[in-house]
């Protein structure tokens, strides 16, 4: 439950919709199986199994998507596929052409695909109505893109943007690593990637950052492109110049208080919630100041 990734988008404040009508239109559009000649489905599922499309904590939403495909290897079609063609060959005395053989692939993935196995993942969504927070764990913007595309299909309106802000990312952390000072809440962990304007990169991994061979890489005009940090000593995390927050590690206190807390999973997944979303909300807003603000949309 406790989110890896963040792929931040902004919301409108306490913005107005109706929890009960949200889910009857995600129940519209629910993870169905793949059917015989499907080879995949995408489709909302409860965050908690056995719960609502929507588990809701205070002013916060978790939302859950799930993906499952069937696992029909290229190479398989084309061995089957292979196989007919040379059927056809042999029995006819004939070449087969490249459209045939088109057809052919066709076919022999429709024979395929009810013997093939499954595979399912799921992606998690958070929304803070408070604070105007679109929040989705995913490790690449493809992956995020998939989980709003199919919200903005979903429900009727989506009113949510990327989040700006004021500094670029990527002259804010060079500057940080420059200073060896992070924003105010933040240190500079051991973490660093480096890149020219040639797309050349130089990467340090656990290796101190306040060396001089550090600063005359960003004097050669070297810019980071990704930096590990850490907030208030709760979360680490490696912020990308991208403004994408990835490899999140809840330090075990949090996690430890959710536990000591609860008295069954139900509880237990409440807190994890209720903890996650507070800190995360926390870490955004102070994430928003040290990049100079949000930038003004137009």
């Given at each position: ?16 919709v ?15 199986e ?5 080879p995949?489905s ?18 916060q ?14 190479s ?8 007919k ?8 005395g ?7 053989m ?14 093939a ?8 969504g ?11 764990d995913a ?16 429900i ?5 943007r990327?989040?700006?802000?004021n500094l ?11 200073t060896?000072e ?7 962990d051991?973490?660093l990637e ?14 101190p ?9 960003i ?16 979360i680490?995390?490696?912020l990308?110049d ?8 809840f330090l ?11 008295e ?6 409440d807190?994890?919630c ?15 100041a040290?990049?100079?603000g ?5």
């Open positions: 439950m406790w989110f890896k990734n963040l792929q931040v988008y902004r919301l409108p404040k306490n913005w107005n109706d929890i009960e009508q949200i889910e009857e239109q995600l129940a519209r559009m629910i993870l169905l793949c059917n015989a000649t499907a995949r995408l489709g909302w599922l409860p965050p908690r199994d056995g719960g609502a499309l929507i588990h809701q904590v205070n002013q939403w978790l939302l859950r998507l799930g993906f499952e495909e069937k696992l029909l290897p290229s398989v079609v084309k061995r089957f596929a292979n196989d063609a040379r059927e056809i060959e042999a029995r006819e004939r070449r087969v052409g490249r459209r045939e088109r057809e052919l692939t066709e076919q022999v993935t429709l024979e395929l695909l009810p013997r196995f499954t595979r399912q993942r799921s992606t998690y958070w929304i803070d109505r408070s604070n105007g927070w679109l929040v989705i490790a690449s913007p493809a992956k995020a893109e998939e989980f709003t595309e199919h919200l903005r299909k979903s009727e309106t989506l009113p949510a990327m989040l700006k802000v670029s990312p990527a002259a804010a952390m060079s500057d940080w690593v420059a060896g992070g924003p105010a809440g933040f240190s500079i051991q973490d480096l890149r020219s304007v040639d797309k050349a990169a130089v990467r340090y991994v656990k290796h950052l306040d060396g001089q061979e550090i600063r005359q890489h004097a050669d005009g070297k810019t980071v492109s990704r930096l590990a940090m850490t907030w208030h000593d709760r680490s995390f490696v990308n991208l403004l994408q927050i990835k490899r999140l590690e075990d206190i949090l996690k430890e208080q959710a536990e000591s807390q609860s069954n999973a139900d509880e237990r997944f807190l994890d209720t903890l996650m979303t507070g800190e995360c909300a926390q870490l955004l807003d102070d994430l928003v040290g990049l100079g949000e930038a003004a949309q137009p």
